[in-house]
T-cell receptor, first 109, second 115 residues
Framework: DAKTTQPPSMDCAEGRAANLPCNHS???????VYWYRQIHSQGPQYIIH???NNETNEMASLIITEDRKSSTLILPHATLRDTAVYYC??????????FGSGTQLTVLP | GAVVSQHPSRVICKSGTSVKIECRSL??????MFWYRQFPKQSLMLMAT?????????EQGVEKDKFLINHASLTLSTLTVTSAHPEDSSFYIC???????????FGSGTRLTVV
């Protein structure tokens, strides 16, 4: 599976957009980009995933660069409940998820 | 959406005893389940992959005789920590693939404390 690089921590003001970057320069053509988050002492929660095109759902938007070497998760209006560790994971469709160290997002009041 | 129910949420056991953790897929069939372990302030580490009706595949360094995995049906996988020791105290989480290219769903985790 391709390795990902994320900043260890980020802050965001409540109500503002949170933009979480992820580098995955070794991604291969059949690998997806998944985003999960983990609130303290809970199981990871699925946010969004994509292959090539940008994706949007009720939680977030995923922007993947044209060369697919990086992506950005956008939480459009961050709330205090969005404070969590966010994991960017790249994997083939039939493989397990391998977690890196993620980004600790802290939403500030 | 697809839900994996994991029980118990927390358990305290004495050193030397065994503990069973259950994960059930509630509204879908989980052909494959994954078991993770997470120590404090660390990320999730994959322990093993279980496929319904066959033996689990363990990651390097994970003792298969200590962490027994059973996946006897398409909706139930269990992890038994045998002869638990304090160093086995951790947060155990199961996960299942929901479907082709549809992502993975996780259980709520089990906090195991061995005293």
């Amino acid at each position: 599976d391709a390795k990902t690089t994320q900043p260890p921590s980020m802050d965001c003001a409540e109500g503002r957009a949170a933009n979480l970057p992820c580098n995955h320069s070794t991604i291969s053509g059949n690998e997806y980009v998944y985003w999960y988050r983990q609130i303290h002492s809970q199981g990871p929660q699925y946010i969004i995933h994509g292959l090539k095109n940008n994706e949007t759902n009720e939680m977030a938007s995923l922007i993947i660069t044209e060369d697919r070497k990086s992506s950005t998760l956008i939480l459009p209006h961050a709330t205090l409940r969005d404070t969590a560790v966010y994991y960017c994971i790249v994997t083939g469709s039939a493989r397990q998820l391998t977690f890196g160290s993620g980004t600790q997002l802290t939403v500030l009041p | 959406g697809a839900v994996v129910s994991q029980h118990p949420s927390r358990v305290i056991c004495k050193s030397g005893t065994s503990v069973k953790i259950e994960c059930r897929s509630l509204d879908f069939q989980a052909t494959t389940m994954f078991w993770y372990r997470q120590f404090p302030k660390q990320s999730l580490m994959l322990m093993a992959t279980s496929n319904e009706g066959s033996k689990a595949t363990y990651e390097q360094g994970v003792e298969k005789d200590k962490f027994l995995i059973n996946h006897a049906s398409l909706t139930l996988s269990t992890l038994t920590v045998t002869s638990a020791h304090p160093e086995d105290s951790s947060f155990y989480i199961c996960s299942a693939r929901v479907g082709q290219n549809k992502g993975y769903t996780f259980g709520s985790g089990t906090r195991l404390t061995v005293v």
